[in-house]
């Protein structure tokens, strides 16, 4: 069993920069790859980004790139999301997800969730 527990959320205006973090238990992060979903109110949850086990590999929505960067830590079992130029609708509750041996394009079906973190941007 692997736990993800994020943080780094908060309220920021915008054109400003948040950096989440996802860490995560187990001795065998390496072997996950990871992501970043995140779901507005009243909206499905999507696909944000995603890092390879090596972090070698990343892919990320169209609206983000350019604008936030996925990676890793594997040595503190931890992975990032930095968010620059945030907008009003990137305003959403960001979940990390772990996925054992994953890919990134696409990273879906992930094995384990976190429990969220909030980010709301004013405007």
């Known amino acids: 069993q692997v736990q993800l527990v994020e943080s780094g959320g908060g309220l920021v205006q915008a054109g400003g920069s948040l950096r989440l973090s996802c860490a995560a238990s187990g001795r065998t992060f390496s072997t996950y790859a990871m992501g970043w979903f995140r779901q507005a109110p009243g909206k499905e949850r999507e696909f944000v980004a995603a890092i390879s086990g090596s972090g070698g590999s990343t892919s990320a929505v169209d609206s983000v790139k350019g604008r936030f960067t996925i990676f890793r830590d594997n040595a503190k079992n931890t992975v990032y999301l930095q968010m620059n130029s945030l907008k009003p609708e990137d305003t959403a509750v960001y979940y990390c997800?772990?996925?054992?041996?994953?890919?990134?394009?696409?990273?879906?079906?992930?094995?384990?969730w976190g429990q969220g973190t909030q980010v709301t941007v004013s405007s």
């Open positions: 997800a772990g996925k054992k041996w994953g890919s990134v394009l696409p990273f879906n079906t992930p094995d384990y």
